[in-house]
């Protein structure tokens, strides 16, 4: 059955496969130029690439359907959630159909005993929360895009709670997979833990939709806690910010967030969010506990902050004030990319030991600084996770060599760190290279195990590496 | 290269592999009846098989030497760490080399500001507690038994910490594994998190030695916290210690350890271990956290306790009491086995929602009042998970076949509960059928992944599944 999909060319949709999708389908298989163009392009910098075909999934039947009529159209499936990763992950690169699972986006249970619940890939983060909020409970993963579940475990996503309530790795109990060859597994049962045979699900995790298409997602969630307390904290330098951060967790705070933004990402965030904070390099933090439990956090905290060149916390315990904070945070994406008028995004992440994360920033600003694309950085500093933002001239194609460049520079600093080319990004298209740099002759264990499940390389060709 | 272990024919070393071996290893490669037999049993109720003979390795070197002549030879290889695991993980069942990893147990490094260390996969547990003792870092993972970090990742370890420091799939940030071609790997780098391709981490812990050999681990560690409390605290009923838990949990208690030990198990650790604690359903409490934090959980925790029937608290603070309380639980397999002179023990485990745990240990109870075989339970609470153990009069084989047939029902009730068939034994050769119950065609795509990474079957042949 090897093809096309293998091998990387683009073939039409056979009629026959748009007579039998037609007929299974109806209105839910679409080619209109607008949908074909909103699932043909991401929030980054990479070129549109159309898919021939759009199908809009509504339960795993659907999806097994869709599995098999393809497979022997040997038409290529690329699953595609809310559209915001970030790496090219959900581009149909070599064409076929783009698997619309944003409808299927029910909350099938919360089981509020066991501290999890079953939801549909297309359910998104934040109405996920809003869904939870009765039940004293929460989801914590926040990338900042309101990024389906199903995006979320496919990236293995994670962002500014991360550190103290882990990534998508962690979240993920238990998936339900739709097969290559269409056939429906369930890779864990819905206990807390397991040492039944593979780690399926953390396989499943963050495969990009290379392996197995999500069709149900089972996710541990935590208790709202009593009290929860935001502060933000500017420094004189971005190392006394990091420092701060090492310290207290060496000190074992268990934040809950702690992200930090150079002084250039804060200009833009009080540019875009009308916000008037310092601007200087600064750390947005989230306390969470008991009322006497966050106390004794932020007394410890503002010690370490105190002695190493912070000014005073600006506090925001009002959830609506914690809101516009964490706001301002989610939008710095907008706000960096929107520095020049016309501009596009293009965002990169690498990830390093936090005993490295000052010396990566320091080196990575003085890069920025002989750079004549504007850029800023922000990141989870206590992952030792960070984020470059790029806002280019999409006419000024010296613009796009100097950011692949510099982002080169980047990721080869944090791979001679003993750090990762991608924190929470994913490879997807962009970072293909850097996998071989950082994993060597891993990646030939990765290959093996996709022709393994997917011979026919049909779902999601040419992602994570080429075959 | 298919061949006997790939078919479960157990053949003869050939001369040409002896005479190899004889010559890389030396006085590393040996057949004496002692040691093949310290390799060839286990501390469970499988009866022994012996390897053909043992290698002790002491470099990663001598392990691609072995694999490359193995592989040549067709000769199965298994590794082997402590011999602690219950279910049969590391007999050689098809005979071969048992790989002793014992003597590779340095500690090569510890990042005390990034929180983690590398070692090899020889050195045990407590040996590298003792080794950061004084860097005010600890590894949490504690099974009871003092294994090997090596066999502690392969079956995805758990125990007494899990309910608030995770499994060994947290606990470990990257392996080097000497894969079944004899290529070296290492499955990701040091920093805290990774989206870059597939899990191979993830993906070798819990494997079994059926995938690669581990030949160094990255862990994570924690800081030891300022203050460590314990407690010991008896109840009415089961239900009553299984509710506290609960409740604990849902007030956001972060619980370091709690262990519940039915009458049964309680009797017999008060014999063993010269205790003279209530003998009625019991926990046994960590605590981990600042004085205040600690004082504020206890607090929480007692008024819980109270409410369900529980027992004044019976406080080991000092580390030497600390200690005497953990030996007793460490030692309570043994306690529970030697109940009767002369038995061996049968060790079983299954984890469930922790919404059903109540009702799963109550019905397993009322199964074990039946049996003439007398029998213990004990567990991670928190986790949903417990153990039975068996104390098995091996002249009796009517005993053995109605401990088959509790565990039966103890693994179908707890499936029946959306549960798992082991939550930290893991497979071996004594849950295979359970594992096909509780994953279904799941199991199939790990046998894909299997022939797929090691298609000769050269490691640990016939474990987790049959091919």
């Known amino acids: 059955m090897a093809g096309t999909a293998h091998s990387g060319e683009r073939r039409p949709l056979p009629a026959s496969l748009v007579g039998a999708l037609e007929e299974r389908f109806g209105d839910r298989f679409q080619r209109g130029a607008a949908v074909l163009g909103q699932h043909g392009s991401s929030e980054s910098h990479f070129a549109p690439v159309l898919p021939d075909a759009v199908v809009f999934a509504h339960s795993t039947d659907d999806v097994v359907a869709l599995v098999k009529l393809c497979a022997a159209a040997d038409i290529p499936i690329v699953p595609f959630g809310a559209g915001t990763s970030i790496e090219g992950n959900a581009l149909a690169i070599n064409g076929g159909i783009s698997l619309d699972m944003s409808q299927m986006d029910t909350v099938l249970a919360v089981n509020a005993e066991d501290f999890d619940c079953v939801v549909q890939p297309g359910v998104r983060r934040e109405e996920l929360n809003l869904h939870l909020r009765d039940q004293g409970l929460f989801f914590p993963i926040d990338p900042g895009a309101n990024a389906t579940i199903g995006g979320m475990a496919s990236t293995r996503a994670s962002g500014t709670n991360a550190v103290r309530y882990g990534t998508m790795k962690d979240a993920v ?113 989230e306390f969470h506990g008991s009322a006497m439990n966050v106390a004794e956090q932020v007394e410890t905290v503002k010690t370490l902050a105190e002695a190493n060149g912070g000014s005073a916390f600006s506090w925001s315990n009002l959830p609506e004030e914690r809101s516009k904070l964490w706001r301002a945070r989610h939008e710095a994406y907008y706000a960096a990319v929107n520095m020049r008028a016309g501009a596009i995004g293009w965002a990169t992440d690498v990830c390093v030991p936090i005993s490295r994360l000052a010396e990566c920033i320091a080196a990575t600003h003085v890069d920025l600084e002989t750079s004549s694309v504007p850029a800023t950085i922000l990141g989870h500093v206590g992952d030792g996770n960070f984020h470059v933002i790029f806002s280019i001239d999409p006419n000024a194609p010296e613009e796009m060599a100097e950011v692949e460049a510099i982002n080169a520079r980047l990721v080869e600093r944090a791979l001679a760190m003993d750090g990762t080319c991608t924190g929470e990004h994913g490879i997807g298209i962009g970072k293909q290279a850097w996998l071989v740099a950082e994993l060597g002759d891993a990646v030939e264990q990765m290959r093996m195990i996709k022709r393994a499940l997917d011979p026919q390389n049909l779902l999601n060709p040419g992602k994570i590496f080429a075959l």
């Open 173 to 285: 109990l238990s998936l339900e997979i739709v097969t290559p060859q269409g056939t429906v597994i369930r890779t864990a049962r819905r206990a807390r833990k397991s040492a039944a045979g593979y780690d399926l699900t953390r396989l499943y995790v963050g495969s990009e939709g290379t392996l197995g298409i999500i069709t149900a997602v089972t996710l541990r969630l935590h208790p709202v806690p009593d009290t929860i307390s935001a502060a933000v904290c500017s420094f004189e330098t971005l190392g006394g910010a990091v420092d701060t951060v090492v310290q207290s967790i060496q000190c074992a705070v268990p934040l809950a967030r702690v992200e930090i933004l150079d002084t250039k990402q804060m200009i833009a965030v009080n540019r875009w969010s009308k916000l008037d904070y310092p601007e200087a390099p600064t750390l947005f933090f």
